[in-house]
């Protein structure tokens, strides 16, 4: 690849806008919905199916419901985005109030992180 393209694909990178918010990880074998507040939902997404393919994530049920059932057993979706301006800004305040607000509308849903 030559340095103009790598050029090109770093800015649309820099200027990317992803998607923030709720994200859900439901399993499909018990219902169980587990929630986590994410600045780019591909990346948290990604990042935990790592996590889970290694047998350390600090969610005992969650991660004992991976070993079960596997990557096939989990549907990943967005259940509430936040509505932002600047993708360079800090959302995280934002965020985890996004995320506090599903959980008391959803009380059924537990959090990724405990």
Not at 17 to 37: D, K, N, Q, S, Y
Not at 39 to 47: H, I, Q, S, V
């Amino acid at each position: 690849m030559d340095s103009e393209r790598k050029k090109q694909l770093k800015q649309a990178y820099g200027e990317r806008r992803p998607a923030m918010g709720v994200l859900e990880m439901r399993c499909l074998a018990t219902g169980e919905r587990f929630l986590i507040a994410s600045r780019d939902p591909r990346a948290t997404e990604n990042g935990l199916v790592a996590r889970f393919d290694g047998g350390n994530h600090p969610n005992k049920r969650l991660q004992a419901l991976w070993n079960k059932h596997g990557r096939g057993g989990f549907a990943f979706a967005l259940v509430e985005e936040l509505e932002y301006d600047d993708a360079h800004e800090d959302h995280a305040e934002e965020l985890q109030a996004l995320l506090e607000l599903y959980l008391e509308e959803h009380p059924e849903a537990k959090r990724v992180w405990k």
